[in-house]
């Protein structure tokens, strides 16, 4: 029976992961999926998570399940990273998933059982994953204005007009920080019109938070979702503790619906851990487990800040590295937006052909859009990346 169903189509950003693996040549950049690098190209455990793997290992006394929406203090320490103390924690549910694309998967699931026609107003362009996910699940997706090619930067009033269109009944998918895959962010002001504007048309937001700390910082990477959790009557977060924590293959994400009130939340609360059992029955702990030590343990959380600090600082001093380099070799400013976007990723706004270009001629594989991972460059490789690029007449 299975002969009826479709081949699927590869996901591109995995696909270029196997493909950058097989290349031999020596001099090759993996500026593919969105995993941290430090210089060395090694993807580190962080100090703090492997101390607390150490304590684990000793003093964890059974694999039991937890409940179904995970370990409450997971949750707990997870709110409290993420929205500070903007919302009162008794209007927050929350489950923990395999992931932050667990989160988001069932975010999407939550939002069509409350409305079986919710459309979803996704930027463009957004993680492809995004789009996959509700593809898959038939909820009809809504393309916003975002990025804009010519400066690199937000296209702020394109974005408000398409968004001017959602309504009660849809959601609105914001990236929380770092945008994905443009590196293109909001500031608090566009935020703050955003939020008007969505009191206005009375539409959900969903923010996908997956970098908090990978930009600006651990605080002001939560700008924007603390304002839209403090201000709308409800809301959907999917956090990711992947990249932040550095646990990609533990699969930690929480999953956070907000509510005006207590009454609320528990209908969501329940909702949540009906989902959770439906998918994956308890998700994953070992990697929340983790994340709830670093978090509530002084030494371990200083230790782990102070590490996700040096790690989004020496991301920054490689953007401008870059961007400085590109203005030397091409004798103009059109690279300039390299160093003011933030987190992990820059669309670097090249063609697909010139993207194969760099790959075929220098070894520099990037996604197909032009999405790059400044994490996998270092102090070395950036100026054979610039040379690479202006070489590409990009
Ligand atoms: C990315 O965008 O590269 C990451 O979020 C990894 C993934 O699963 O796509």
Redesign the pocket.
């Known amino acids: 029976m299975f002969e009826t169903i479709k081949e699927q189509p590869a996901?591109k950003?995995?696909m270029l992961m196997q493909s950058f693996r097989e290349d031999p040549r020596d001099n090759k950049i993996d500026l593919?999926?969105?995993?941290y690098k430090d210089a060395t190209g090694n993807t580190p455990i962080m100090r703090a998570i492997k101390s607390a793997e150490q304590q684990l290992w000793q003093a964890e006394q059974t694999k039991a399940y937890t409940g179904l929406a995970g370990d409450p203090g997971f949750s707990d320490a997870m709110i409290a990273l993420v929205l500070g103390d903007t919302v009162p924690r008794e209007n927050v549910a929350a489950a923990a998933t395999p992931g932050g694309?667990g989160a988001v998967r069932q975010a999407f699931d939550m939002a069509r059982m409350a409305n079986p026609n919710v459309r979803v107003f996704v930027s463009d362009p957004t993680?492809p994953?995004h789009l996959s996910i509700l593809k898959f699940l038939g909820i009809e997706t809504v393309m916003y204005r975002y990025f804009d090619s010519e400066t690199g930067g937000v296209n702020f009033d394109g974005m408000m007009a398409d968004l001017a269109q959602a309504g009660k009944g849809d959601i609105v998918l914001l990236h929380g920080c770092c945008h994905?895959?443009t590196g293109a962010n909001l500031n608090v002001t566009q935020w703050q019109a955003v939020i008007d504007l969505l009191l206005d048309t009375g539409a959900t937001p969903m923010v996908d938070i997956?970098y908090q700390g990978f930009g600006d910082g651990l605080e002001d990477d939560a700008q924007g979702v603390r304002r839209v959790a403090a201000q709308v009557p409800e809301c959907l977060i999917a956090a990711s503790c992947s990249k932040n924590f550095g646990i990609y293959r533990e699969r930690t994400g929480l999953l956070m619906a907000v509510a005006q009130d207590a009454g609320a939340k528990k209908l969501n609360q329940g909702t949540l851990a009906y989902l959770n059992r439906q998918n994956f029955s308890f998700p994953p702990d070992h990697g929340a487990r983790l994340v709830t030590m670093v978090l509530t343990d002084d030494a371990l959380r200083a230790d782990w800040q102070a590490e996700l600090e040096e790690m989004r600082t020496g991301m920054l001093a490689l953007r401008e590295q870059l961007a400085g380099e590109l203005q030397r070799l091409s004798g103009s400013d059109r690279f300039g937006f390299l160093a003011q976007h933030r987190g992990m990723f820059s669309r670097l706004g090249a063609s697909p052909e010139q993207v194969e270009k760099l790959r075929a001629d220098s070894g520099v594989y990037m996604v197909g859009d032009s999405r790059m991972?400044i994490a996998g460059l270092n102090a070395q490789s950036v100026p054979l990346l610039a040379q690479a690029i202006i070489k590409a007449g990009i």
Request: charged residues 5%; aromatic residues 8%; negative net charge.
């Open positions: 996901d950003i995995l593919g999926v969105g995993v694309t993680w994953n994905n895959p997956a991972n």
